[in-house]
């Protein structure tokens, strides 16, 4: 069974910086479709950013393209999402997930994955 375990959420001011980190077991991140989503309250789970298998090609929601950067450390079986800039509609839960198919298309479809984490919370404060 995959399982993945976010930290490094926390409470920031606009403009501040956070790392999110994704420990995966059981499995390998590269050899699965990665990605982090969020969901502020009262509002549907979107997708932030991906990472296809065994690829360094990364995809981003319009919404935080320049400001955040997904990446994968194969060593140590981590995904991270290293959020910076930002803003006060970024405060969500944060959740990574891992999925066997995707692409570029579909790699920002929750739909897309079928093991999540049990999310991190991110707060941004104006």
């Known amino acids: 069974q995959v399982q993945l375990v976010e930290s490094g959420g926390g409470s920031v001011q606009a403009g501040g910086s956070l790392r999110l980190s994704c420990a995966a077991s059981t499995f390998t991140v590269s050899s699965y479709c990665m990605g982090w989503f969020r969901q502020a309250p009262g509002k549907e789970r979107e997708g932030v950013a991906g990472?296809?298998?065994?690829?360094?090609?990364?995809y981003y929601a319009d919404s935080v393209k320049g400001r955040f950067t997904i990446s994968r450390d194969n060593a140590k079986n981590t995904l991270y999402l290293q959020m910076n800039s930002l803003k006060p509609e970024d405060t969500a839960m944060y959740y990574c997930?891992?999925?066997?198919?995707?692409?570029?298309?579909?790699?920002?479809?929750?739909?897309?994955?079928?093991?999540w984490g049990q999310g991190t919370q991110v707060t941004v404060s104006s």
């Open positions: 997930a891992a999925g066997r198919y995707c692409n570029p298309y579909t790699i920002l479809s929750q739909y897309r994955y079928n093991s």
């Open positions: 990472i296809p298998t065994g690829s360094d090609s990364t």
